[in-house]
């Protein structure tokens, strides 16, 4: 009797198996190329040099969200047919990696494309600046680089430098040399900038260095002045250094500055400990408020 009972659990279970397997649906996969930022025209290039380093993206599909992930990526999804794939921007929020934030200043990317079971569809994701930013822009292109040096503090200076760099944009780029003697660097954009209050606003910064330096957001008001330190962008050892970009999220210190605040980047660089030189490139300095 056991054994009759045996067998038949087996019958059962195969066939339940058998059934799950069946009813199965194959999935259909989206790949997701790395994205491209391309000019706007109406714009008229006031967004400056195309820079970027959008490294995630968030996807919908249908409307519905599927999840956050790094680019070029393929993902299986149980949709089929014509389906509309919706994706946002997805950057780096003030270098911290477990933090990721879709950038609010670039439009998201929609295509229709036919999903298949077992098959892959695949997208080009293309991104541009909203025709409603603002921005202040350094791209060290001009003679005349609105950053300058503190006249007290500052014991090295910013210079234009249009040395062959790899994975370089543009022509120029801010260049400070830090040593024994020269071991300070203090600096402000010139530029006031009026940053409103409860608007989303950032620094865009690419950077390539062997010595640490600071951010920092100084508000301006008619009475009074205050720097606020905000990022530190490592020092990269000299053998493996590249370039780098940061998006810094500028929007709290606005926030909590005094009313009717303008608004300065700062930077500070002090030899690192133990260095007996180092150095700071600096390039395509943005702020982007709404």
Known sequence: MKLVRFIVSIICSSVLLFSCVKNNQEPSWLEVND???????????????LSQRI??????????????FETPFRIPLLTSGTSKIQVYPV???????????VYPFVDSYIDYVELTPNQTAQINPVTRYK??????????????????????T??????????????????????????????????YTTD?????????????????????????????????????????MNAQEPESVVWKKLYIELNELVTASPNLS????????????????GFVYLDNIKVVWF
């Open 192 to 232: 006031p900038l009026p940053i409103p209050k409860g608007v989303d606003s950032y620094l865009e910064i690419d950077y390539y260095n062997t010595n640490d330096l600071y951010q920092g957001l100084i508000s301006l008001t008619q009475s009074e002045q205050q720097n606020n330190v905000n990022i530190r």
């Open 91 to 101: 950057v780096i929020n003030n270098g911290i990696s477990a933090t990721k934030k």
């Open 55 to 68: 490294t995630n993206a968030k996807v919908f599909v249908n409307d519905q969200l599927i999840g956050i």
């Open 35 to 49: 994205w491209v930022l391309e000019s706007n025209l109406s714009l008229s290039g006031e967004e400056g040099e």
């Open 154 to 187: 500052s014991l090295a200076n910013l210079q234009l430098s249009n040395e062959a760099l790899t994975e370089y944009n543009g022509n120029y780029y801010g260049k400070v040399i830090l040593n024994e003697t020269d071991s300070t660097w203090v600096a």
């Open 262 to 277: 303008e608004f300065l980047q700062s930077f500070v660089a002090n030899l690192d400990a133990d260095d007996t030189e």
């Open 131 to 152: 025709s409603n930013v603002n921005f202040w822009i350094e791209d060290f292109e001009d003679i005349n680089i609105a950053i300058e040096n503190d006249p007290n």
